[in-house]
């Protein structure tokens, strides 16, 4: 059976920080180098946009350049998504998805992420 599953979200402080992870299981994983990880994130009333990706190389939305930091523990077929300086706009649910070429992407459940004071 596929799972992504996320943890790591919160209640934070502005100005706070915090380590999201996703945790992949399952057949498919069996060569996890082969996927391309990406962390999204939907705030009420907004349509789901990419945060941030990995691959041989990392990408990020402009509006969370410098703040955040993506990585990965191919061993612990782990991807982490490091998020410092929050803000109430990030406030929002973040998933995990994984796709390579020749497969559907596959999508973890969320975790939610409130900034707020």
């Known amino acids: 059976q596929v799972q992504l599953v996320e943890s790591g979200g919160g209640l934070v402080q502005p100005g706070g920080s915090l380590r999201l992870s996703c945790a992949a299981s399952?057949?498919?994983?069996?060569?996890?180098?082969?996927?391309?990880m990406a962390w999204y994130r939907q705030a009420p009333g907004k349509q789901r946009e990419l945060v941030a990706s990995?691959?041989?190389?990392?990408n990020y939305a402009d509006s969370v350049k410098g703040r955040f930091t993506i990585s990965r523990d191919n061993a612990k077929k782990t991807v982490y998504l490091q998020m410092n300086s929050l803000k109430p706009e990030d406030t929002a649910v973040y998933y995990c998805?994984?796709?390579?070429?020749?497969?559907?992407?596959?999508w973890g459940k969320g975790t939610l992420v409130t900034v707020s004071s």
């Open positions: 998805k994984a796709v390579r070429i020749g497969t559907v992407p596959y």
């Open positions: 399952g057949s498919i994983f069996t060569i996890y180098t082969m996927f391309t």
């Open positions: 990995i691959s041989s190389d990392t």
